[in-house]
């Protein structure tokens, strides 16, 4: 593991060194522990790291390379996951504060991704056209350059893995600003990458606060596209930017996404996954369900149940098998977590559960807080319209299907949905009728590398993952081969007009 006492280097266009800007720790949030300590990057480094992220794309030879010789690089980055599977775990969990079981299934994911992305390399197919004249048109792909992939604190290798896995594959350079408060596992994968056989300065790692480091990666001249995953406000500055350099980006946001439970639902499966949908990752994800619709008949018994399943939750130590909540990942974090239930309460919502800190003389020193459920609150009441990235529900009746459709896509949101019914045809007409980039239907937050990603409206703009997704990181371009046998005639004298 990490030596506290010792400051790590940092990946500035393959050179691992001192970052130029202050040292900062990087804090357990079960403990508040020191983990790691290192300088944060300053603008000479992100200068430094873009420029020789450049030089790299225009002489290492990655974008050059076969698509099959890219693709081996990237399957030995899977394998060198897969290889250091329990450390890289243990090292997200000691980052971020997830229980260990979940850490282990991003690392997981994180292989999976270079794996897809490494045979997306090599089967992707360009195209001969239909030419409508004289000649052979086809479609090419081509690398855009450098690219940029700046990430969230809540589930830092998967989310990396993601972005770095397709640009790579593409035949980018990709600089990567981590999370502030999440930096170790951005700079371990760069140095598998490497490992693996990624030409030195292809990928380079910035810590530091998004406000300077981000936005100074954003407005770099060089830098042809940008994928961001984080908040909106953030994600619509990302957007400005890029309409300025009328650059392509990938903006993954917020959500506030609907779980809706029919009268005729499967309740144990209901429960369960509405349970692992919004307290899963203590609710610090973009897709929880964080708001429940449950059809009038059954609400009072299903929230019941509900409430009973949330109290037996296991929040505790992220290093036990047996935790199913840690930590949230700071105590600012928390703060604004609490913020949100005591408005919820000035709303006039009912706290069903939770709606505090947890006791216990061992989990005093952590930014720990209970699952909490309340209900008594309608859809236009801020507690249902605002995300608040923690494990805070909000149940709410419904009365009938078209009532439910109107409430779920109520929302600037769109980025998830849940369903649970027995009747495969209400499942596919609600499941077309409710707005959001991905829909669950009978489960909840189950993800494929194959499937894309993404969301609409304040959720975001393009998408990430599937076959197709190593295309966002690439430009088109047409070839036309001339196969006409006499010269243009437009060119040609003109004999005809003599005299004319």
Not at 84 to 101: F, H, S, V, W, Y
Not at 250 to 265: H, N, Y
Not at 349 to 356: D, K, Y
């Amino acid at each position: 593991m990490y030596d506290p006492d010792q400051i790590q280097s940092i990946c500035i266009a393959g050179e691992w060194r001192r970052g130029g800007g202050d040292v900062y720790a990087s804090l357990y949030p079960a403990s508040g522990e020191v983990v790691a300590r290192l300088n944060a990057a300053n603008l000479a480094d992100v200068e430094e790291a873009i420029a020789g992220a450049q030089r790299a794309f225009e002489t290492s030879g990655w974008a050059q390379k076969k698509p099959h010789e890219r693709a081996l690089v990237l399957y030995r980055v899977a394998e060198l996951i897969r290889a250091r599977g329990e450390e890289l775990a243990q090292k997200q969990r000691l980052d971020n504060g997830k229980p260990i079981l979940e850490t282990r299934a991003l690392v997981a994911s994180a292989a999976g991704t270079f794996q897809f992305f490494a045979a997306a390399c090599e089967t992707l197919e360009e195209a001969i056209t239909p030419a409508r004249g004289d000649y052979l048109s086809m479609s090419v792909y081509e690398p855009m350059g450098v690219v940029a992939a700046i990430t969230p604190w809540n589930s830092p290798i998967a989310s990396e893995a993601q972005k770095m896995a397709p640009a790579l594959a593409a035949g980018n350079a990709v600089v990567v600003k981590p999370a502030e408060v999440t930096p170790l596992l951005a700079l371990e994968l760069a140095r598998i990458c490497e490992e693996a056989g990624v030409p030195r300065g292809m990928v380079s790692v910035l810590p530091g606060k998004g406000s300077v480091i981000g936005d100074a990666i954003t407005r770099h001249p060089l830098v042809r596209r940008v994928s961001f995953t984080g908040g909106t406000t953030t994600g619509r500055h990302i957007a400005h930017i890029a309409a300025d350099k009328c650059m392509p980006v990938s903006l993954e946001l917020g959500g506030k996404s609907p779980t809706i439970v029919f009268d005729d639902a499967d309740l144990d499966h209901a429960v369960n996954g509405v349970l692992y949908g919004i307290f899963s990752s203590s609710g610090e994800s973009c897709i929880a369900g964080s708001r429940l619709f449950v059809a009038r008949a059954l609400y009072e018994d299903f929230v019941a149940r509900l409430v009973a399943g949330a109290e037996a939750l296991t929040v505790g130590d992220p290093a036990s098998e047996r935790t199913q909540m840690g930590p949230l990942i700071t105590a600012q974090h928390r703060e604004s977590v609490e913020r949100y239930v005591a408005l919820g309460r000035e709303e006039g919502g009912r706290v069903r559960c939770g709606g505090a800190r947890p006791q216990g003389a061992h989990l005093e020193r952590g930014n720990y807080y209970l699952p909490t459920i309340l209900d008594g609150l309608d859809n236009r009441k801020r507690l249902c319209r605002e995300e608040i990235f923690g494990p805070v529900l909000v149940a709410l009746p419904f009365d009938d299907e078209a009532d439910l459709v109107v409430q779920a896509n109520d929302s600037v949101y769109a980025l998830a949905a849940g369903i649970w019914t027995r009747d495969y045809q209400r499942a596919w007409r609600v499941a077309r009728a409710v707005q959001a980039g991905t829909v669950w239907i009978n489960t909840y937050k189950q993800f494929s590398a194959s499937t894309p990603f993404g969301g609409w409206r304040d959720s975001g703009l393009g998408r990430e993952k599937g076959r197709l997704g190593i295309l966002q990181y690439m430009e088109q371009k047409g070839v036309y081969w001339g196969m006409n046998e006499t010269p243009l005639a437009w060119a040609a004298p003109r004999t005809d007009l003599a005299g004319v």
